[in-house]
């Protein structure tokens, strides 16, 4: 027995020292993973894909790629005093990469007097000053109430983009600076608030604070215009070089033309993307209509309209997946370069029908459901730089219909929507309009733009929000009218331009599209 006992203790030290290696060894594997995933992000499966919100099933695939962790300290050159460590960063992270500016200031500026408000906080006060749209020091003084809808988009996205941004750099407290921070920043003429003036030109301060605050301003300033073209910006993974410029000062030039046509000019969409291209994906290739979208190293970015933000005329989406396998920048160009000259398709024959047959919503003609739907690339013969993107929609009658997603987001930009104070009750026309199936337009055969020879009025009834947005890119853009399933067909009479042919696409979503 004693024998036994003996050896009982000796394997029980064996097996419980191998254990306690075992565990330590998991304990340095799990650290040492711990690390890894403090400096680099890990790829998803391949075989992983992406749902686009607002579009039902549509799929938008390939792999999710890496998402930015900030940017790890580096050699700053010393000739710039401060700027961005080479990374990629969220807004978030570039706001509080900004941080330093402000912090040195309020360290230098020194203990706050009794019951005053604190300097950071004035100062912050003053940046939302300069990033709001309707004071004394705006950066960007356009009022919301304008008549131009691209301009009025831009102005409540900038208004929305600013208040963000003054939040996050509120939130971001003790960070790290260095209280000997000076620098030369060039005066951007940002205007400071009364209080403000006195905090950094009194007692307080002291000359090189202004400077610092100055840059801050600016930096501030120039990640709002940045951002003016995304509607999730607060999601845009951004890269940063700072061997081009201090900050994001490179954007200057490009910032500086775009803000020159949304002061002077109606907003378009080939400005708001050469705009997107300068700030996430300078190197993409140029075409004549600058594309719609693009892929870059850090994900894809199409219009908003394809996230479900319908509502949007110019804005675009970052979305966090890689579509092109073999290239890291692509650029998503329309099929039809110019839609004024692309081939015509002749409607189908409908079925003609009296306006006041058309009461309310043709329920019975709904068509057919959709199954299944995806946003893929064309299949290209070899690798480029410059690839279409296509809405492939798969019904439950087993027919396929695919649609250029280019011409779909101009569709939309062109497309009239009626107002609610224009349904007269009665149509002020007795003359036959033409009832249409939506899948028998969307499979007409040909790779033209749909159009009517004869002219007509041409009612088209879905009640498939995805359908919808296919019919958009297979009409001939110039007079097509989206018509809320709710709504009455006499809402359309003074909508659109005052011939034919006209396209009512009548529901699809309760608010039109």
């Known amino acids: 027995m004693d024998a036994q006992k003996q050896i009982y203790n000796i394997l029980s030290g064996y097996f419980m020292g191998l254990i306690t290696r075992l565990l330590q060894l998991d304990l340095l594997l799990v650290s040492g993973m711990l690390k890894v995933a403090a400096t680099m992000t890990m790829r998803a499966p391949e075989s992983v894909t992406y749902r686009l919100a607002g579009l039902g099933a549509t799929l938008l695939s390939q792999n999710i790629i890496p998402q930015p962790d900030g940017s790890t300290p580096q050699a700053i050159p010393q000739s710039m005093g401060w700027t961005l460590a080479p990374g990629v960063y969220t807004p978030r992270q570039l706001v509080e990469g900004f941080s330093p500016l402000l912090d040195t200031v309020v360290h230098r500026l020194g203990k706050d007097p009794p019951n005053a408000r604190p300097a950071r906080a004035m100062l912050l006060d003053n940046v939302a000053s300069n990033l709001a749209v309707d004071t004394r020091e705006s950066t960007l003084p356009l009022t919301g109430d304008t008549p131009d809808v691209s301009r009025r988009e831009m102005v409540q996205q900038a208004d929305r983009i600013g208040k963000s941004l003054v939040q996050w750099a509120r939130e971001h407290t003790e960070g790290v600076f260095d209280p000997d921070l000076n620098i030369r920043s060039p005066c951007e003429g940002h205007l400071l608030t009364p209080p403000n003036v006195e905090l950094m030109f009194g007692r307080r301060s002291q000359p090189h604070l202004m400077q610092l605050f100055n840059e801050y301003m600016h930096q501030m300033v120039l990640l709002r215009d940045s951002l003016l073209p995304f509607s999730n910006y607060k999601e845009v993974v951004i890269p940063v070089d700072n061997k081009r410029s201090r900050g994001i000062r490179h954007i200057e030039p490009s910032r500086a033309q775009f803000l020159a046509t949304l002061v002077t000019k109606s907003v378009s969409q080939a400005s708001v993307m050469a705009y997107a291209k300068a700030f996430l994906a300078p190197n993409l290739p140029a075409t004549s209509t600058g594309g719609y979208g693009f892929q870059y190293s850090h994900g894809v970015v199409l219009p908003a309209l394809f996230g479900g933000n319908s509502n949007s005329l110019h804005l675009l989406q970052y979305v966090p997946v890689k579509?092109?396998?073999?290239?890291?920048?692509?650029?998503?160009?329309?099929?039809?370069?110019?839609?004024?000259?692309?081939?015509?398709?002749?409607?189908?024959?409908?079925?003609?029908?009296?306006?006041?047959?058309?009461?309310?919503?043709?329920?019975?003609?709904?068509?057919?459901?959709?199954?299944?739907?995806?946003?893929?690339?064309?299949?290209?013969?070899?690798?480029?730089?410059?690839?279409?993107?296509?809405?492939?929609?798969?019904?439950?009658?087993?027919?396929?219909?695919?649609?250029?997603?280019?011409?779909?987001?101009?569709?939309?930009?062109?497309?009239?929507?009626?107002?609610?104070?224009k349904d007269h009750g009665a149509h002020a026309t007795t003359k036959l309009v033409s009832v249409h199936s939506d899948l028998d337009v969307l499979l007409q055969p040909g790779d033209g733009l749909i159009s009517a020879a004869k002219g007509g009025i041409h009612v088209i009834p879905t009640t498939e929000p995805l359908v919808a947005l296919a019919l958009l890119g297979r009409l001939y853009p110039e007079n097509v009218i989206l018509l809320p399933q709710k709504g009455k067909l006499s809402q359309t009479d003074d909508a659109g331009k005052g011939f034919e042919p006209k396209f009512v696409i009548w529901g699809g979503m309760e608010a039109g599209i």
């Not at 692509?330 to 110019?338: A, G, I, K, M, P």
């Not at 398709?345 to 003609?365: H, N, Q, R």
């Not at 709904?366 to 480029?384: K, N, R, Y």
Request: charged share 20%.
């Open 323 to 421: 579509l092109a396998s073999a290239e890291t920048d692509v650029l998503f160009d329309y099929r039809h370069t110019d839609y004024y000259a692309a081939p015509r398709v002749e409607i189908p024959v409908g079925a003609e029908t009296m306006p006041t047959d058309l009461a309310k919503f043709p329920i019975d003609s709904q068509g057919e459901t959709v199954q299944g739907a995806s946003l893929d690339l064309v299949p290209s013969p070899s690798p480029s730089a410059i690839r279409q993107l296509e809405l492939r929609l798969e019904f439950n009658n087993g027919k396929c219909a695919a649609v250029d997603a280019g011409q779909i987001a101009r569709g939309h930009r062109y497309a009239y929507q009626v107002l609610a104070k």
